[in-house]
């Protein structure tokens, strides 16, 4: 188990991209692993079987496919929330999500062709949003699911995945999706949040 103090101590010494390889890419999965209580010697089984049932909806490559966030470490490496951990609902939060990387330039240029087509949304609050994130080569689940039109379409797609790892993986928290154009671009938008989560815990502004 990695603790919080271990996360904290290699945020503050560590280079970002030897933490990004150590705590994200790297194997070791909290949830899976101190959550749902899997056996060590089931792990493995049960993450192939958890990008099983990812990439066979989406129709990505197999290996395609990270959880990030607290649902991975235990803890948020967000800076608003720096090392808070994973949690239920209860009666002043909301509850934890679990956070799916996909890497896919295929979904990627699909969906932003889709909103780019999307007419009025010049004109939404939503504009400035999703030029930054794609410009920084991602989409949020979130984003697609505020535009009448896509929002059914990206709901049909991802709630079979959904009530599968529920099913067959007994997931219990709200399943959230971030598209990348490919591997490097998770990589810096992971490193960027390394960069300010450890800014953060050094007590320094506008992170």
């Known amino acids: 188990m990695i603790t919080q103090e271990v996360l904290k101590k290699d945020i503050m010494t560590l280079d970002p991209k030897e933490f990004y ?103 939404t609050h939503y504009y400035n949003h999703l030029t930054k994130s794609i410009f920084r080569g991602y989409i949020n689940d979130k984003d697609l699911q505020n535009i009448d039109g896509i929002r059914e379409e990206w709901d049909e797609l991802v709630a079979p995945i959904n009530v599968a790892l529920q099913d067959k993986l007994r997931f219990e928290h709200p399943i959230t999706y971030r598209i990348y154009r490919n591997w490097e671009d998770l990589e810096e938008y992971q490193l960027i949040g390394i960069s300010k989560a450890r800014a953060s815990l050094e007590g320094k502004k506008n992170v």
């Open 21 to 123: 390889l150590k705590h994200i890419v790297k194997s070791y999965n909290w949830y899976f692993s101190e959550y749902l209580h899997v056996p060590s010697d089931e792990i493995v089984d049960k993450m192939d079987y958890f990008k099983e049932i990812v990439s066979t909806n989406l129709r990505i490559n197999f290996h395609s496919i990270q959880i990030v966030g607290s649902a991975k470490t235990g803890y948020s490496l967000s800076p608003k929330k720096v090392l808070q951990p994973f949690h239920n609902r209860d009666s002043c939060t909301d509850s934890s999500d679990i956070d799916i990387a996909i890497i896919s330039e295929r979904l990627y240029l699909y969906f932003w062709t889709r909103l780019r087509n999307t007419k009025g949304i010049y004109y």
